[in-house]
């Protein structure tokens, strides 16, 4: 199994790239194949663009899509790039908001009020990728069907219709699966769902945390990921007596080495946060009043707690297209590299789409902002032009901790390309460290903290071309910037 796999992506071992796809013409199907009865071609000469407005006679679409999160946001965007969002576009979603950048819930949303927390409209989709702000009257603006709070339940593929919790019923001509992925969550049993415990995924489950933390002493976080390391950062900004609990050695296994992962502990312990490794939950444990008191594990201790934040990963939302060919290692709805189903017609996009990872020869499923806003990008253009690319994705991680006003340390990594082979770690944190993955002779991936925006550029180039490098070399290097300089002369 690839060691890919230790990254928040989710990647797989060595399924064929084409393995469980239905690889028909590599040319977008005509829409008239594809619309539902009473509708006409894109370009015939009864539909003209403003006609189908977002009334949507006979319930018809020619597009929708189902999810309201980054990728439908950005899917949005090209739609409307392309002059075909008008009227023909409809966004099914079972959220209250229109889609924005979910990075900010476990950062910047969580910050006190004294510190500028993250509010919307301030980052709704696309801000964070650079783009225009789109908030829901952007969405009236372009002529785009929005629908609320009434996720998808029901599919017929063969009449071309979804259902609604509400009891709606959509036509569709293509139909885009963007529904992403949800929380996972402890079972009731041992206290799931006991008041205080908390799981982020939306800006509801974002408020809900922040309402406990205004009144919380001492704050549980069960997980050492990326949720877990950027709740703890945010708790300190609230002065709590905050504990990360986890199974593993050390901090975010699935990316970070031994050494790295201890270089962030102690940061995070010079801000006051404890850590409890190698534990398993048994139960959490609640008061007289129902609400959660502590964190009950297999060794029998407990850990007194008034708010509990459970980040232990997420499983892709297949709801009701479970029926489409599914990836069985990797979870989600399997893909080619041009985001098509196995059922002519519709796609996916997102975290909930297992794709083939052409870079490295292998299927993968990433649960990232960035994919998010790529594969969308990519889907709709191929969908509406004669464009026959396959996705070419880079994989790619960040986190941001700590960025609050008076944080004596504002703390931001990036990290490109594949987590394999031997490595290499360089400086001392004080302030920035590097660390390189090689494998047979070749720099595979490349993570470095407090790098200047120079730097940051030319770690996906290292990446992706993979360029020999003399390990030991890199060994000596007195500083990240005279291995990064190694490194870039390594191009040549």
Not at 252 to 278: C, I, M, W
Request: hydrophobic share 40%; aromatic share 10%; glycine share 10%.
């Amino acid at each position: 199994m690839s060691p890919v796999r230790r990254v928040m992506a989710i990647a797989t071992s060595s399924v064929p790239a084409k393995s469980g796809l239905s690889l028909w013409c590599p040319t977008t199907p005509s829409l008239s194949r594809r619309l539902p009865a009473g509708f006409s071609p894109i370009g015939s000469r009864n539909v003209t663009r403003g006609i189908i407005t977002a009334s949507f006679a006979n319930e018809n679409r020619e597009f929708v899509i189902v999810g309201g999160g980054n990728a439908a946001g950005y899917a949005a965007k090209t739609f409307v790039e392309h002059g075909m969002a008008d009227g023909r576009l409809c966004i099914v979603t079972k959220e209250a908001h229109a889609p924005y950048e979910r990075p900010a819930l476990t950062k910047a949303y969580l910050f006190p009020p004294e510190k500028k927390p993250a509010r919307l409209p301030g980052f709704h989709t696309c801000v964070g990728g650079g783009g225009e702000r789109q908030t829901p009257e952007w969405y009236k603006e372009k002529g785009i069907e929005m629908i609320y709070e009434d996720p998808v339940t029901g599919v017929d593929y063969e009449k071309q219709t979804l259902t609604t919790n509400s009891g709606k019923e959509l036509k569709y001509g293509s139909l885009i699966i963007a529904t992403g992925c949800t929380a996972s969550r402890f079972p009731d049993q041992i206290g799931g769902n006991l008041p205080g415990v908390h799981y982020i995924r939306d800006v509801a489950d974002a408020d809900s945390l922040i309402s406990s933390l205004g009144k919380a002493k001492k704050i549980v976080v069960v997980g050492g990921g990326y949720i877990g390391m950027e709740v703890a950062a945010a708790a300190v900004a609230w002065n709590l007596d905050t504990t990360i609990v986890f199974p593993e050695d050390h901090l975010l296994p699935r990316l970070f080495t031994p050494s790295l992962a201890h270089r962030y502990e102690q940061l995070y312990r010079e801000n006051g946060v404890d850590f409890v490794k190698g534990a398993s939950i048994k139960n959490l444990e609640a008061g007289s009043d129902g609400r959660v008191t502590a964190v009950r594990l297999a060794d029998g201790s407990t850990i007194e707690a008034d708010t509990v934040v459970i980040g232990i990963g997420a499983k892709p939302t297949v709801g009701p297209f479970g029926t489409l060919a599914l990836n069985k290692s990797l979870g989600g709805i399997q893909v080619d590299g041009l985001f098509r189903t196995s059922n002519p017609g519709i796609f996916a996009i997102g975290d909930v789409a297992a794709f083939p990872l052409k870079i490295y020869d292998r299927m993968a499923r990433f649960e990232h902002v960035d994919h998010a806003r790529r594969s969308a990008k990519h889907c709709v253009n191929s969908l509406l032009t004669a464009h026959t690319d396959t996705y070419d994705y880079l994989p790619y991680f960040y986190s941001r901790v700590f960025e609050y006003e008076g944080s004596p340390r504002k703390v931001w990594w990036q990290f490109y390309g594949d987590n394999v082979g031997e490595t290499v770690e360089v400086g001392n944190f004080e302030p920035k460290i590097a660390t390189f993955w090689i494998d047979s002779g070749r720099l595979k991936g490349v993570l470095v903290e407090s790098g200047t925006a120079e730097e940051f550029q030319l770690l996906p180039e290292l990446a992706r071309r993979q360029p020999p490098i003399d390990k030991a070399k890199l060994e000596s290097a007195s500083s990240v910037e005279e291995a990064l300089d190694i490194a870039r002369d390594s191009l040549q």
